[in-house]
């Protein structure tokens, strides 16, 4: 089993840039895909990022590519999502999610065990 911890949500204006963080304990780090996933008022929980186990692969939703980033640190266990050029419609928790080790970076919310609190992004206009 594993523990994950967001931080680095905020309020920010458009165009600015937030990088959020991930810090897992419990299981080896190495053992997981992880990802991050995003929900907004009155919407479903969707796919954002991911990572494979080693951070050789990674994946982005069509609505986010070009402006945000996925990386993790397995020697630090935090998995991280540098955001740029925020838009309003960015708006939402964020949650990190950690998944079965597969070399493909999975995007379907089943594939994904494990879930932090989700901490809050606000982006103004």
């Known amino acids: 089993q594993v523990q994950l911890v967001e931080s680095g949500g905020g309020l920010v204006q458009a165009g600015d840039s937030l990088r959020l963080s991930c810090a897992a304990s419990g299981r080896p780090f190495t053992t997981y895909n992880m990802a991050w996933f995003r929900q907004a008022p009155g919407k479903e929980r969707e796919f954002v990022a991911a990572?494979?186990?080693?951070?050789?692969?990674?994946s982005y939703a069509d609505s986010v590519k070009g402006r945000f980033t996925i990386s993790r640190d397995n020697a630090k266990n935090t998995v991280y999502l540098q955001m740029n050029s925020l838009k309003p419609e960015d708006t939402a928790v964020y949650y990190c999610?950690?998944?079965?080790?597969?070399?493909?970076?999975?995007?379907?919310?089943?594939?994904?065990?494990?879930w932090g609190q989700g901490t809050q992004v606000t982006v103004s206009s």
């Open positions: 999610a950690a998944g079965r080790a597969l070399w493909i970076p999975n995007e379907k919310r089943d594939d994904y065990n494990y």
């Open positions: 990572i494979n186990w080693a951070g050789g692969s990674t």
